[in-house]
């Protein structure tokens, strides 16, 4: 199982996505792949920060279609999860190794669930000790 990140979506939801990521997503079995409350979060928070026009109405619809399609593959950053962050953040910061709060969340939650992640940006991820899949490079 497969925990998206906020940058792989993102990617995804672009008119024309990198040729190695729409590459990657289209050979992984969609009931595989999840998303976290947090990257949904990040993604309407984005969609709502822009200006009102042609490309937040299409951004828009795009997340409302996502999240249709992840209908019952959204996971939530719940009380398993808070416990992982504290415990990953304590072991990064013992470690001398930064734990950004919304990476730091998705790691959590993928954690706790035993998921591994895809994601640009594995300094967190790594940092929890999860398994790092970039959708960018895989396949190279």
Same mark, same amino acid.
Do not use: C
């Given at each position: 199982?497969?925990?998206?990140?906020?940058? $792989?979506? !993102?990617? +995804?939801?672009? *008119?024309?996505?990198? &040729?190695?990521?729409?590459?990657?997503?289209? #050979?992984?079995?969609?009931?595989? =792949?999840?998303?976290? !409350?947090?990257? $949904?979060?990040?993604?309407?928070?984005?969609?709502? /920060?822009? *200006?009102?026009?042609?490309?937040?109405?299409?951004?828009? $619809?795009?997340?409302? !279609?996502? =999240?249709?399609?992840?209908?019952?593959?959204?996971?939530?950053?719940?009380? &398993? +999860? +808070?416990?992982?962050? /504290?415990?990953?953040a304590v072991k990064a910061r013992?470690?001398?190794?930064?734990? *950004?709060?919304?990476?730091?969340? #998705?790691?959590?939650? /993928?954690?706790?669930?035993?998921?591994?992640?895809? !994601?640009?940006?594995?300094?967190?991820?790594? /940092?929890?000790?999860?398994? #790092?899949?970039?959708?960018?490079?895989?396949?190279?």
């Open positions: 199982m497969i925990l998206l990140d906020t940058n $792989v979506v !993102s990617e +995804a939801i672009k *008119p024309e996505p990198h &040729p190695s990521v729409r590459a990657w997503l289209d #050979v992984q079995a969609a009931e595989t =792949l999840f998303l976290s !409350s947090i990257t $949904v979060a990040e993604l309407l928070y984005g969609v709502g /920060a822009m *200006p009102d026009g042609k490309r937040k109405d299409l951004l828009a $619809v795009r997340i409302d !279609s996502l =999240l249709d399609q992840f209908d019952r593959r959204v996971l939530s950053f719940d009380t &398993p +999860a +808070a416990r992982r962050y /504290a415990d990953l013992a470690a001398g190794k930064g734990f *950004p709060t919304p990476d730091g969340y #998705v790691a959590a939650i /993928a954690a706790a669930h035993g998921f591994a992640v895809a !994601s640009r940006d594995a300094s967190a991820f790594d /940092a929890a000790g999860l398994t #790092v899949i970039d959708p960018w490079t895989t396949g190279d």
